[in-house]
DNA sequence: TTGAAAGCGGTACCAA
DNA sequence: TTGGTACCGCTTTCAA
């Protein structure tokens, strides 16, 4: 029966240290901030004395003084709209919680993973981003314009995917070998004959996208000596060409036993196993969750689907932003998160958050 | 390429307002919280115009001027200490995170779950907690509790378990009916003979563990009618208790195929199945996660084991409780987390979460 | 019923 | 190098 009291009965002030020491409080606050025209002597009695007393500084005091604005551009793809809209809902999410800080974001939209979103960035060169979120596609091509963002004092996290070895901050993803660790995981715990696995993929110059088939080819290796694996197939998030490109997996014989979508983007592949009436003989396991897949998975049609929790990234990676632009905390290492593994019995969980509160899940 | 645009480029405080409706600020705050003293008319006019300049409440100066603190009393047992322990410390971790709001946390730990819970509340009667947090065992007992301290003003949030029914203002759990089925569906897929399953919970009074047991039956009534379930044993989350239980559990054949542990309690179990050398014959599906269950997961010796997110629970429950607090944000619902699904694959990401930053996967 | 003004804690400017 | 002070927007008290 312990007790434990967080100690902040009195909140020191600046005034308590200035006159602990004797000195205005302008001269305690040159001290704290390490700006110039303090003698070292007293600088250092001012920090010793705010550590001794236990100072934090009064955030609400300082916002309300500088009362400045934090402009967040935030440059994510439309496609695939049932991520990346609920990405954007947790970057708004996030900013109304910071209390008593003028936050402002405008949002840029291009069409797809890695295409318009360096003409975009290009064209607000004049916005004067106190920050940046981006989802990056190939990092050797979006790399250096991070880097002159960054080198004009531009804050950049990523959200979504990585794009290492660059100026970044930091950034938010799904542990993409987690992912598709666990995919493989599933399958070999579902499919006890041997066959081939099939895997549908975004674009494997995005670097999440990459990291998932390594993941699942590993895992693969590791425990399911008996599934070997076909080449992965690029669908460039296109709706039609995964269509077409599923149609012609399926066309070939014998059928794979299973088929990993690692992105958003299956619908058009469950089309074509539904038209194909194969949605039975093989296994899927899918990403990501919008209304027409609840269905598949009720039905037992979709082995399961892993949840990236798009809107609990897209609140982190603003979080992370806005502590380091107002407070210079220096995220510790890049944020993976894990994915919610989906399945029939916790489905209604999912299309409850789907349909309404998306951070009673998160 | 849409571009959307949150607007806020100036904001507009009661100044403004006073000025374009040439009255005193004085009285447009007055207007503005419908205190007493303002004429009809005023209030509407001030109402209005306020509307029509889009005038949102400056939160820092509100925050800065008040300076109240916020007293919050946490309840929660001591044992099992690898789920409370990260319970307080997303509750430490939610109070820091509100910037300019000085919240004082007092920390009560009781025993276990519905002992001595009611005597330390009852010793607090003079602290004048503004809020509390509190892990409930049985409702029926600690709920007449919970309404005498919402009738004297204090506003109470329940974790870990619910206490329905009650003057409680919201609750944060893990949806236990949602973790019992997960844990009869992974048993469905992975035990195909036919066979019976035991499960060892808490308490059956506790809602969490009443509920747990209840989604376990009825998702096994559904998908595995090969598998039978004897009638729960409760360890009341003693450890020798349990011990002594899953011996005896195992000294009756045939051995079930397959063990539920529906709480933290999980140890003993587990060493009991050890020493009975059957932990390579019965499927054990676990909850929680502690450094000791780990190399059993990685070997696969346990299934799985169902992390019920404590340090994402503490923060939201603290969340709504302040938030309510604050700015009397009335919670919509409840809020039911679906576990983590720990397996082989992502269980990396646990044992690092573990070991330092708990934020970082949530 | 309304107006005027003090002050919350911190920042920044001007004067010393 | 330091001290003194105006001010950020809001709440609240005291006067009118």
């Known amino acids: 029966m312990t007790v434990q009291k967080v100690p902040n009965m009195k909140p020191v002030n600046i005034k308590d240290i200035a006159k602990a020491l004797d000195v205005s409080i302008g001269t305690v606050d040159r001290a704290l901030h390490g700006r110039s025209d303090v003698s070292p002597s007293t600088r250092a009695r001012v920090l010793k004395k705010a550590k001794e007393l236990g100072y934090r500084p009064n955030f609400a005091a300082r916002s309300l003084k500088l009362n400045r604005r934090i402009r967040i551009g935030v440059y994510f793809p439309t496609e695939i709209a049932s991520f990346f809209d609920l990405l954007r809902a947790g970057v708004t999410a996030a900013s109304s919680a910071f209390v008593g800080v003028n936050v402002e974001l405008v949002f840029r939209n291009f069409p797809r993973l890695g295409k318009g979103d360096l003409e975009l960035i290009e064209a607000d060169r004049n916005e004067h981003f106190d920050g940046i979120l981006i989802a990056p596609g190939n990092p050797d091509r979006i790399g250096p314009t991070i880097n002159q963002l960054v080198q004009h004092g531009i804050t950049v996290v990523c959200v979504a995917s990585d794009a290492p070895r660059t100026g970044r901050l930091s950034a938010v993803t799904v542990d993409a070998n987690v992912s598709g660790a666990i995919a493989a995981e599933l399958f070999s715990r579902t499919i006890s004959h041997s066959g081939h696995l099939a895997t549908i993929t975004g674009d494997l110059t995005t670097l999440d996208h990459a990291e998932k088939l390594k993941g699942f080819a590993a895992s693969l290796a590791l425990f399911a000596p008996h599934l070997s694996l076909v080449p992965a197939v690029e669908s460039h998030e296109k709706p039609t060409l995964a269509y077409r490109q599923a149609m012609s997996l399926l066309a070939r014989k014998p059928y794979p036993a299973g088929i990993y979508v690692s992105t958003a983007n299956s619908k058009p592949v469950l089309q074509a196993l539904e038209e194909k009436r194969l949605l039975n003989q093989i296994q899927v396991i899918t990403t990501d969750l919008y209304p027409e897949l609840v269905s598949y998975i009720e039905s037992g049609k979709v082995l399961a689907t892993l949840f990236q929790r798009p809107f609990t990234q897209g609140r982190k990676a ?29 489905l209604p969980l999912f299309t409850d958050y789907l349909a309404g509160q998306p951070d009673s899940l998160s």
């Open 318 to 346: 603003l979080e992370i932003l806005l502590r380091y632009l107002i407070d210079g905390t220096q995220p510790v290492a890049p944020t993976r998160f894990t994915p919610h593994i989906v399945l029939r019995s916790n």
